[in-house]
């Protein structure tokens, strides 16, 4: 990390108005539309960001910029980040892809965050319906490991080629459809399922054990490397 910059003072006070932002974008989904503005905790997400020269607009370095039990103390980890950085939403990737995850009401942040970590291992770009948790949330984040700075988010109208559903039961199995990019894979909650109306073409992954059915990460994780691997051979 960076020295601290001559004459720059420390951070004492739990009052000052870079850690009373941060907490705001931390803590409500609200915050981030209305600035524009996500917070990352840790050094790996800050690293991810700089490897695809995305800057902070404002980066908090424990120890040189701020106490690090303020900055404990505002942070959603388990432990006192060795670094927070603000970034800007308008920084992060776009452009279109030939694959596509439609998340249609996917309201677990860790379910989102991994579903973006799995289109970036497959080169896929990712849409989120009214619903979906917040990609810029403290556990999405975690939970996408850095791939949000590298995967598309795009809009729903944006989404490539043809659309298949993983459904849970009802559709053919995943092995029998055609699998030809362009293409856009939807999933929706395991509650909820998906509306008839989003799509004409139905797909179920085959499961010779007992489950009723698979989390909406696995299965799109599933669907994916089926692509991949037809892609390949």
């Not at 420390?10 to 981030?32: C, P």
């Not at 106490?67 to 308008?90: C, D, F, K, M, N």
């Not at 298949?164 to 909820?192: D, K, M, N, Q």
Request: aromatic letters at 4%.
């Amino acid at each position: 990390m960076r020295g601290l910059a001559p004459g720059k003072p420390l951070i004492t006070s739990r009052q000052n108005e870079k850690l009373r932002l941060v907490r705001k974008l931390l803590s409500a989904r609200k915050h981030r539309e209305e600035s524009g503005l996500f917070v990352v905790e840790a050094e790996d997400l800050v690293e991810a960001a700089t490897g695809r020269g995305i800057e902070p607009v404002e980066l908090l370095v424990a120890g040189e910029d701020v106490l690090p039990e303020l900055l404990g103390e505002v942070s959603t980890l388990g432990h006192a980040p060795r670094v927070v950085g603000i970034y800007r939403r308008a920084d992060l990737p776009v452009g279109a892809r030939n694959v596509g995850l439609a998340l249609w009401r996917v309201a677990d942040p860790g379910n989102v965050g991994t579903l973006i970590r799995t289109a970036d291992a497959f080169g896929a770009a990712v849409a989120l319906s009214p619903g979906c948790a917040d990609p810029l949330g403290p556990r999405a984040l975690r939970a996408s490991a850095g791939a949000i700075f590298r995967v598309p988010l795009v809009a729903w109208g944006e989404l490539p080629g043809t659309r298949i559903a993983l459904a849970a039961h009802g559709g053919r199995p995943l092995a029998e459809v055609e699998l030809e990019p362009p293409l856009t894979f939807v999933l929706g909650s395991e509650r909820e399922g998906l509306p008839e109306e989003l799509t004409a073409e139905r797909a179920t992954i085959t499961l010779p054990g007992d489950a009723e059915s698979l989390n909406v990460a696995a299965a799109g994780a599933i669907a994916l490397y089926e692509l991949s691997r037809r892609s390949a051979s």
